[in-house]
């Protein structure tokens, strides 16, 4: 309290002790800059959505971008489509969910229902999150060395496959471990006390209650691996005509298409290449949705 | 169908911690046991060794003998699914399977074993249903998610549930805890009817509770901190509640202690 | 204590080792069983049995999956070994200090990573230090600022930047941004040339630099970072906050009081996953960094090429182990640089316990 009377200072002791202007201040320095940082990440998701829309839309738009392929179409001729790697996109993708599915939720169930606490779990666990770190690049070159440089096989879309099982495994092991984990005790305990073995437990009681969030788990792992341009580029070539066998022979695919377009420097390939890129955006969307939809459907509901 | 449980000498560890030291009773076909005692004190922990439950929790062991009509549940040759198969559970928060029907809730146990024709699991839920005092009021929506019943149905599920398997034994882990006073009623007259055909056995926190749906009464408590749980006595629920031999008794049920 | 029961494995159902016995007993009756076991009088002992295999069987896949995962990093590291050691004993420069890259022809090989290196460590560092404060930012403010209702979709926007396949953020960089930035790249080659990293570059083309691509990669590993630090900062006790917020705490001093020190090691961890995403990078560096036959001066103004992104390059065109080889080489560095990253990010949040 000051002795010398203060004119400024209202004569009642304020009810609330109020702050200093420089922790106020402070405080409203930290806040602003902190949603700064929340705008400026929007500014290149905005912007490179802008991108693509913009110089991608007009091609997409055509009818026969979507049932025709570029068989027989010279790199400045307009026309044609992306049929074929939107065909090769699916098909890598499809065989590597495939692949990946099981194996990623088998894994979890290790870590969750058996392997809890012991050594090699840890282990596993720990290899699950190196995993999750192989650069695409890195799982690529493994394949190639094993697929093609010993066994000698020769580049193929299931050589693709198997890389992005590399990269699609450890996001699922991830996602199902999380959702396995979050079933209750109650029910495993509920099952076992009806005299059910543990591996029914875990297929008909655990399993269906953690499947919305699995399922989810999943459609979003698988499209994100979609999308990974690394692997197409050095284990299969590109071909502008449609290729349903997964062994043999060159496939496109969406990224792949996009390289290739890339070094087509006429309007032809810059339509090409955004129409690419925008529909690639566009089948990760619809996946995305698509796990939206599954968790709702098959989510346990109580009405 | 009903049949005697008999302990001897159960000691029960949780990897280097003594939880229940040396328990032997005995409970008789066709009646209620009711466990009381202190939290902490292993009631429910002995409750769990008698259908080889406390297996799933690990580093879980027990020591000594838990014979069901004279065969040792523990035995090298026996199978722990198959002792849980004849010996039911309740457990203290109703767990029905979200992603399952009222009906298919109730022939759950059936079904997972895989042995019974569509009519015949309807019939089994239906006996069951009406075993646990509510087929009444979920009949006409057996198709519907069994989560969607109240805490007290959702209980009286559960208990349909374990009796769907026909169970020789039905063990109850404080099956009221998480029920309205109106629900807790439901179930205790539920335990009075089962008890003509299962033998049970009822870990209960209230006394009352224990007074009357009991025959008999096991009360187990802690010597200290830290020491492993015992029986300290059990006996006929009557003598229990008026005139128990032990101290330690009396002061538990006189709500001076604990 | 006659007879004693020890559980077999922590996972609680103990296997009998006799399980088998019941079935097959009379046929094998010296298959381990004490002779003295009568028959168990079980009445479901078949189906017992039964279950004990499917018990066994799931329980071995589950396992053998754990194992195979063990098993293949353990394999991706000796493969790429296998590969890499026969153009490594031809090779006629020193594999780590040389500058230059020539795997092309099997017969002459002459390769060496340290450009390789260098360049992907500037740019993943300068990444770094773009994506760092700004993960940072962006993960308080969708903690601890941003009102509960707005907070989720908010995260969402930033998680949508994890979907963007990177072979659009290249394209997006090399055509878009690095145009628009290009005045600021001028200004500071400029103005501050005389420091080393913003001296004149390598290359001819406008953008094509690792100051684009190190932009472009802090936009791409900005949603790691922030996803990891959220989650960790979210995991803030709730007594603690209150503890903070009843003592009279701003908002802020509230974040600097408990939130930060709780979620510090989270976010630490996370700025490492996210170099670890960042030096593995492929195809956006492809794209954006233009090749150059001269030497990384190290100025962020250079061209020049990553590991990856001169995998990338070259692969395709291979059409021999030794000179695919030379290149596994090179990505074998890499997986070991990314392994580290990654083991260490893992150390860090682990050894903290606030665990993401």
């Given amino acids: 309290m000051s002795t010398s009377v203060d004119l400024d200072k209202s004569a009642v002791e304020p009810t609330f002790v109020g702050i200093s202007g420089g922790r106020r201040a402070r405080n409203a320095l930290a806040t602003g800059l902190m949603t700064l940082a929340f705008l400026i990440a929007l500014v290149p998701l905005v912007w490179v959505v802008w991108t693509v829309v913009s110089k991608g839309l007009a091609p997409v738009l055509t009818g026969h971008w979507w049932s025709e392929s570029l068989n027989g179409l010279l790199a400045r001729q307009q026309g044609g489509g992306a049929y074929h790697a939107i065909v090769g996109t699916l098909l890598q993708g499809l065989v590597c969910a495939v692949l990946a599915t099981p194996i990623g939720i088998m894994v979890a169930i290790y870590l969750v229902e058996y392997g809890a606490g012991t050594r090699l779990a840890r282990a596993t666990t720990f290899m699950v999150d190196i995993l999750t770190g192989v650069p695409s690049i890195v799982a690529a070159l493994f394949v190639y060395a094993v697929w093609i440089s010993i066994f000698g096989l020769p580049r193929s879309a299931f050589a693709v496959s198997l890389a992005l099982v590399l990269l699609m495994v450890p996001v699922v092991v991830r996602s199902t471990e999380e959702m396995l984990r979050i079933v209750p005790d109650d029910l495993r305990e509920a099952a076992y006390a009806l005299g059910v073995p543990k591996w029914k437990t875990i297929v008909k009681v655990v399993i269906p209650t953690a499947l919305s969030g699995m399922l989810t788990g999943i459609v979003l792992a698988l499209a994100r691996v979609m999308g990974e341009t690394a692997p197409v580029l050095i284990l299969v070539a590109y071909a502008p005509f449609i290729n349903f066998d997964i062994f043999q022979g060159n496939m496109a695919s969406l990224p792949l298409l996009m390289t290739v377009e890339r070094s087509n420097p006429t309007d032809a390939g810059a339509d090409r290449l955004w129409g690419a890129a925008i529909t690639l955006i566009l089948i990760i969307t619809l996946f995305q949705l698509l796990a939206a939809f599954l968790s709702k459907v098959t989510a346990p509901k109580t009405k | 169908m009903a049949k005697r449980l008999d302990l001897k000498d159960v000691n029960i560890f949780y990897g280097r911690f003594h939880a229940v030291d040396n328990v032997t009773l005995s409970v008789a076909p066709r009646s209620v046991t009711a466990f009381i005692g202190p939290s902490g004190c292993g009631k429910s922990t002995v409750l769990r060794t008698l259908n080889r439950m406390h297996e799933v929790i690990p580093g879980a062991r027990v020591e000594g003998e838990v014979l069901l009509d004279g065969e040792n549940i523990y035995g090298s040759s026996v199978d722990p699914v198959g002792v849980r198969r004849t010996i039911g559970m309740v457990f203290q928060r109703p767990n029905p399977f979200p992603t399952m029907s009222i009906r298919d809730n109730v022939v759950a146990g059936l079904k997972l074993q895989g042995r019974k024709s569509r009519k015949e699991l309807d019939e089994v839920a239906e006996r069951a249903l009406r075993g646990a005092n509510l087929w009444n009021e979920v009949k006409d929506r057996l198709t519907k998610p069994g989560g969607g019943l109240s805490g007290g149905q959702q209980q009286r599920l559960c208990i349909a549930r374990a009796i769907a398997v026909q169970p020789d034994v039905l063990l109850m882990d404080e099956p009221c805890s998480a029920l309205d006073p109106i629900s807790t009623l439901a179930i205790e007259d539920l335990i009075a009817e089962l008890k003509t055909e299962y033998t049970i056995v009822i870990v209960t926190h209230n006394m009352q509770q224990a007074a009357r749906v009991s025959d008999q009464t096991a009360f187990f408590n802690l010597r200290a901190t830290g020491e492993p749980g015992r029986l300290v006595e059990i006996d006929d629920t009557p003598k229990m509640f008026s005139n128990p031999t032990q101290q330690a008794t009396e002061d538990y049920i006189s709500g001076r202690f604990g | ?356």
Wanted: hydrophobic residues 55%; aromatic residues 10%; proline residues 6%.
């Fill in chain 3, 1 to 356: 204590m006659s007879d004693p029961t020890v559980t077999g494995g922590p996972t609680g159902i103990g296997e009998p080792a006799d399980r088998w016995g019941s079935s097959v007993s009379a046929a094998v009756p010296e298959a381990g069983i004490p002779a003295t076991e009568p028959p168990p009088p079980d009445q479901g002992s078949i189906g017992a049995t039964f279950v004990q295999r499917g018990d066994r069987i799931f329980r071995f896949l589950a396992t053998g999956s754990g194992v195979f995962i063990v098993a293949l990093i353990g394999a991706i590291g000796l493969f790429l070994l296998i590969q890499a050691v026969p153009p490594l004993l031809q090779n006629h420069a020193n594999f780590l200090t040389s500058r230059q890259f020539e795997a092309g022809d099997p017969n002459n090989l002459s390769f060496g990573i340290l450009d390789l290196l260098l360049v992907t460590v500037e740019v993943s560092v300068f990444a770094l230090v773009l994506a760092m404060p700004l993960g940072l930012g962006i993960a308080l403010f969708l903690t601890q600022y941003a009102p509960a209702r707005v907070a989720r979709p908010f995260g969402y926007l930033v998680d949508l930047l994890a979907a963007v396949p990177s072979i659009i953020f290249g394209l997006w960089g090399l055509f878009v941004l690095a145009p628009a930035i290009q005045p600021f790249a001028v200004w500071l080659e400029t103005h501050l040339g005389w420091f080393f990293l913003f001296s004149p570059g390598n290359v001819g083309i406008a953008g094509a630099t690792v100051f684009t691509a190190g932009i472009v990669l802090a936009v791409m590993i900005l949603p790691i970072i922030t996803a990891i630090s959220r989650e960790v900062f979210a995991r803030t006790p709730r007594a603690h906050i209150e503890a903070a917020l009843a003592l009279g705490a701003t908002k802020w001093e509230v974040v600097r009081m408990t939130v930060w020190p709780f979620g510090r090691a989270g976010y630490v961890s996370a700025s490492m996953l996210g170099l670890g995403r960042a030096l593995g990078e492929t195809i956006a560096l492809t794209i954006i960094l233009a090749a150059t036959p001269r030497i990384f001066t190290g100025s962020l103004f250079d061209g020049g090429a990553t590991f990856a992104s001169k995998i990338a390059l070259s692969f395709a065109e291979l059409n021999n182990n030794l000179s695919a080889g030379a290149f596994i080489a090179a990505g074998l560095v890499l997986f070991v640089l990314t392994f580290l990253v990654n083991a260490a990010a893992r150390w860090v949040i682990n050894r903290s316990g606030a665990k993401a």
